[in-house]
């Protein structure tokens, strides 16, 4: 990577995100708890971009019946279910990209945690950032370095309640040397989070395209465990916070979704959002009958029309 785009990427992300966690490391004398409190600290200020991604994917499960009444009435018309697809989407306020926004942002904070613990604890052979060049380089005037370091020390990267985690720029191969608790329990939320944004009564479709996304929700957190497990255990922490906390939001927000169908006891329990979400599913059903049947109308008067005009030239002649 070139060093101006090495140093943008610093001055953005990573050494902003390494004055948080100093800061909170000095309160706390924790490293794992640090990670802990700063990641409930960017999900609470990335709140509003969050919850607007939680309410439109819960708006796009409600109008999922009404989309497949449109597929089923124009099955051999792609234009013209597309065509009434985004008018719908134009009438409910519904913008189906909003839901990407947030990976906009959680993937960059992502890479820039696996960054701040490369520069703070040596990761991947590199060299652990000093108290000295901390100050120096990385910490902002305001915040001071954590208090009883000496200015050649580096800071202590242990979470002492992972024991079997001796630093938290290392990664977690506690079982066979191959892989641990932490890629495991992030790739099992990581699973419960997908699983509950999922409809509760998905629509019967034949799109391979929806088929795949479903299909993906139960691949991709064994993808997960696969590719990432040689991660930084301190970034899986930050993962399973942020996974916990997307999981409680979904809560209130779009109910316990597909989660019931493995877990049945979760029946019995309502959320907050069951009702409101079953009066919106209907609702949205009765509009696009109803933007059908106004569609259907003014193309029958086009043709009675048309056929009329037909008619009085013949008697013309």
């Given amino acids: ?24 490391y000095d309160a706390v004398h924790d490293f794992g708890l640090a990670v802990v409190i700063v990641t409930v600290a960017i999900r609470l200020a990335l709140y509003p971009l969050f919850r607007a991604q939680v309410m439109s994917s819960r708006k796009m499960q409600e109008l999922a019946p009404a989309l497949n009444d449109i597929k089923k009435k124009y099955a051999n018309d792609r234009a013209r279910v597309q065509q009434e697809q985004m008018k719908l989407y134009q009438e409910r306020g519904i913008n189906p990209a909003a839901g990407c926004l947030p990976m906009i942002v959680f993937f960059p904070v992502l890479f820039a945690m696996y960054a701040a613990f490369q520069q703070v604890g040596g990761l991947s052979g590199s060299h652990a950032l000093t108290v000295q060049e901390l100050r120096d380089h990385v910490l902002w005037p305001f915040i001071p370095p954590p208090s009883g370091l000496g200015d050649t020390d580096t800071i202590d990267l242990t979470a002492h309640w992972l024991p079997w985690v001796g630093n938290l720029a290392h990664p977690d191969h506690l079982f066979f040397n191959f892989i641990g608790p932490l890629p495991i329990i992030s790739a099992i939320l990581q699973l419960i989070a997908s699983v509950q944004a999922l409809p509760r009564n998905p629509p019967q479709t034949d799109d391979p395209t929806q088929r795949t996304m479903q299909s993906m929700t139960y691949y991709l957190p064994l993808i997960t465990v696969v590719f990432f497990k040689d991660l930084a255990s301190g970034v899986f922490i930050y993962y399973i916070t942020t996974t916990i906390f997307q999981i409680v939001q979904q809560y209130f927000v779009m109910g316990w979704g597909q989660l019931p169908r493995w877990i049945p006891a979760l029946n019995k329990i309502p959320t907050p959002a069951d009702r409101a979400m079953h009066e919106r599913e209907q609702a949205a059903i009765k509009e696009a009958e109803a933007d059908m049947k106004l569609a259907d109308g003014v193309g029958a008067q086009k043709r009675d029309a048309t056929g009329g005009r037909r008619r009085g030239r013949r008697r013309k002649r």
């Fill in 1 to 24: 990577m070139p060093p101006v785009i090495t140093d943008i990427w610093n001055a953005l992300l990573v050494h902003p995100l390494i004055n948080l966690l100093v800061l909170a």
